[in-house]
């Protein structure tokens, strides 16, 4: 049965509405083996509700029994990111690419209580991943890599040290229930 549609305009610059399915959102947020999330864990909600990365943001949390954190702002600043996870205890965030290297950057010392990073959407910069991984001892970093219409991720890779000495930062293997 349909969940909801996303309108985007994917590889091609064309926009589509692309149909969402419960057993797509059941797929990513149950068992998809690349967070272990639970009830003592918050998921901030930054992304745009009409972005793909919401439907983890918001249903990862609430199929897992834990916390959706939001805000408070539209459209959080990178400020407002680092104060969240800081005051209102977040414990898995999901960032682009970008902003990933942006919050690197400028607010590497913020993301300090996390327990899941999630970052993809486009290529990682392994110089970014060398920095957050080194910094970050206690976070799990995750590169996720997936089309709208796979619901959000298709793949994921789970970052080991071993990484830190590649050119680029692997994508993974499909997450569970994929095919």
């Not at 003592?40 to 990365?53: G, M, V, W």
């Not at 702002?73 to 209102?88: K, M, V």
């Not at 690419?97 to 392994?126: C, I, N, W």
Request: glycine fraction near 12%; hydrophobic fraction near 40%.
């Amino acid at each position: 049965a349909a969940s909801h549609v996303f309108y985007t305009r994917g590889s091609t610059g064309t926009p589509k509405g692309v149909l969402v399915r419960h057993r797509g959102i059941s797929r990513l947020a149950l068992g998809g083996g690349f967070l272990n999330f639970g009830p003592e864990d918050s998921f901030l909600q930054s992304a745009p509700i009409s972005f793909d990365a919401a439907t983890l943001e918001i249903w990862m949390p609430l199929l897992n029994g834990g916390r959706v954190v939001l805000t408070g702002e539209s459209g959080p600043s990178l400020p407002a990111i680092a104060r969240a996870i800081r005051e209102q205890g977040v414990t898995c965030l999901w960032l682009t690419a970008g902003l990933f290297q942006t919050m690197v950057d400028e607010h590497l010392a913020d993301l300090k209580g996390l327990r899941y990073l999630l970052a993809g959407g486009d290529v990682l910069s392994p110089a970014h991943v060398r920095r957050a991984f080194e910094a970050l001892p206690g976070t799990t970093l995750v590169n996720g890599y997936g089309p709208t219409e796979n619901t959000t991720f298709t793949c994921c890779h789970t970052i080991t040290r071993a990484d830190l000495e590649r050119t680029s930062i692997p994508i993974g293997r499909p997450v569970g229930n994929t095919t």
